[in-house]
């Protein structure tokens, strides 16, 4: 190969790398920008029905600050240079994860309906969701949001920023579904034992 080859040939890799840097940028932007209007959206205030418990405990709260620093962080130490063939296709699978998260957590949520509150809450007449999503799956929405983290994560091109990601996210997770089920457990008795018995929690098959 010539030197004008190589020289082509590591442009054209740069050009790739920062298409796929923009991508996730404009895609991170996207995702915080739905959750934020989700937030605003979806609190158990804005409800026409009146709230019977609420007990969020500062969880959404938790879950935000892990979120904004931990994508921060995993940014800043995303390997952001030329990549070869494998770290493009690798960045291709995390964003292809990120759109799976994506679906699943919006499934979920138009799912619960009514039901779904950024904040743990239960309302008058709340419902346990056991079908769709729900019928194997407690958390569809939770899992839909990690594999969104985890995505991201994946097309940063960097195993620190995965662990970085990773691992506060799914401790803040486990935090927030704790209080969720102490709640639903508290409402349903003996109802949602049964039905945490037959499902898992937040992994199909899994945990």
């Known amino acids: 190969m010539g030197l004008r080859e190589l020289q082509i040939k590591n442009i054209y890799g740069t050009l790739k790398s920062i298409m796929n840097i923009v991508i996730i940028i404009y895609l991170s932007i996207i995702y915080f920008l739905s959750e934020f209007l989700l937030m605003l959206s979806k ?61 699943v957590r919006w499934v979920a949520i138009f799912q619960l309906n009514k039901e779904f509150t950024v904040d743990v ?7 346990l969701k056991t079908d769709g999503l729900y019928k194997n799956l407690r958390h569809p929405s939770y899992l839909g949001l990690y594999l969104i983290c985890i995505g991201l994560s994946i097309g940063m091109n960097s195993i620190l920023s995965f662990l970085i990601i990773s691992i506060p996210l799914f401790a ?12 639903l457990t508290n409402e349903f008795g003996n109802l949602y034992l049964n039905y945490k018995n037959e499902t898992k929690k937040i992994f199909p098959g899994i945990f």
């Open 121 to 127: 809450s239960i309302s008058e007449n709340h419902k």
């Open 172 to 183: 803040a997770l486990l935090y927030r579904i704790k209080i969720e089920e102490n709640v």
């Open 43 to 103: 609190r158990s205030k804005n409800k026409k029905e009146s709230v019977k418990t609420k007990s969020d405990k500062r969880s959404l709260l938790l879950l935000w600050i892990t979120m904004i620093f931990t994508i921060t962080e995993a940014f800043y130490n995303a390997n952001w240079q030329t990549w070869n063939q494998t770290n493009i296709i690798l960045a291709y699978l995390g964003v292809l994860i990120l759109l799976i998260g994506a679906v």
